[in-house]
């Protein structure tokens, strides 16, 4: 019985949460913005990803 209860509380609970990410919240989700910041971001971890790359490595010894 109580397994039962508890398992019908955690049903109701876990379906209410997608109704809750529905809402509305006020802002527009189809509002026009810059994505040049995000870009930017990534564009920069891209870079910084290959030049850890192709660094030469320092115990290399190619001689």
Same mark, same amino acid.
């Given at each position: 019985?109580?397994?039962? /209860? /508890?398992?019908?509380?955690?049903? !109701?609970?876990?379906? &209410? =949460?997608?109704? =809750? +990410?529905?809402?509305?919240?006020?802002?527009? &989700?189809?509002?026009?913005?810059?994505? +040049?910041?995000?870009?930017?971001?990534? +564009?920069?971890?891209? !870079?910084?990803? /290959?030049? !850890? &790359?192709?660094?030469? +490595?320092?115990?290399?010894? /190619?001689?």
């Amino acid at each position: 019985m109580r397994r039962r /209860l /508890l398992m019908t509380i955690f049903a !109701v609970l876990l379906s &209410a =949460m997608p109704v =809750m +990410a529905q809402s509305d919240s006020g802002d527009s &989700a189809f509002k026009e913005k810059s994505v +040049a910041k995000e870009w930017a971001i990534g +564009a920069v971890f891209l !870079v910084g990803c /290959l030049v !850890v &790359a192709f660094k030469p +490595a320092k115990r290399a010894n /190619l001689k």
